[in-house]
């Protein structure tokens, strides 16, 4: 079992509309949760960090996390074509030194 | 301020070739990582330093890949007798390693690696 998973999509959504990322990780451990975006061709970049949970959001991006269920999501409101590009899952599993896990990704287009 | 930076950005070799990828990390950062990203595939973990060790290797792919750290700052990664299949990007992160649980890390651009 992979330690973070995620659909890989191809996620298409319409430009306005809300779209919906989701991430399972394996080890209950699991302390830190990031999602980053990633353009073709270029590296990831953060879009934000959470780590209690329930939601936290910032502009159009909310992340919520559900420890129970071993689940954090990232959902976008009002997607622009912008908005499309890869997003990564990544998890940060304390007690093993300071390593992140990745899954590989969620690819999503909005499509204007 | 500077982020992470890499070279060579794009790096063509032949077979069996030996190359040498460097990583600049962010100034007072001193957690650096490496991944691999292959087309279309997910980052691949290699290598983690804490200042100059390497707490965990478990995820060089092989004894051709090598890497080491000096200074507590630029990190270089060393693959030798290059194979097709080390064609990638590699990217490189680094982060405060402050303990906290806001605990990021910040990517470089990375370097293709193109082997024939």
């Known amino acids: 079992q992979k330690e973070v998973e995620q659909n890989s999509g191809p996620l298409s959504v319409p430009e306005g509309a809300i779209a919906s990322l989701n991430c399972t990780y394996s080890d209950r451990g699991s302390q830190s949760f990031f999602w980053y975006r990633q353009y073709s061709g270029k590296s990831p970049e953060l879009i934000m960090f959470?780590?209690?949970?329930g939601d936290k959001e910032d502009g159009r991006f909310t992340a919520q996390l559900n420890k129970a269920s071993q689940y954090v999501s990232l959902l976008i409101r009002d997607s622009q074509p912008s908005d499309s590009a890869t997003y990564l899952c990544?998890?940060?599993?304390?007690?093993?030194?300071?390593?992140?896990?990745f899954g590989t990704g969620t690819s999503l287009t909005v499509i204007p | 301020g500077a982020g992470v930076s890499q070279s060579p950005s794009n790096k063509v070799t032949e077979k069996g070739k030996d190359v040498e990828l460097r990583c600049d990390p962010i100034s007072g950062h001193t957690a650096l990582y490496w991944y691999r990203q292959s087309l279309g595939q997910g980052l691949e973990f290699l290598i983690y330093f804490q200042g100059n060790s390497a707490p965990d290797k478990s995820g060089l792919p092989s004894d051709r890949f090598s890497a080491e750290r000096t200074g507590g700052s630029v990190s270089t990664l060393t693959i030798q007798r290059t194979q097709q299949e080390d064609s990638a990007v590699y990217l490189c992160?680094?982060?405060?390693?402050?303990?906290?649980?806001?605990?990021?890390?910040?990517f470089g651009p990375g370097t293709r690696l193109l082997v024939l």
């Open positions: 959470i780590y209690s949970n």
């Open positions: 990544a998890v940060n599993m304390r007690g093993t030194g300071n390593q992140f896990y």
């Open positions: 992160a680094s982060s405060l390693s402050s303990g906290g649980l806001q605990e990021t890390q910040y």
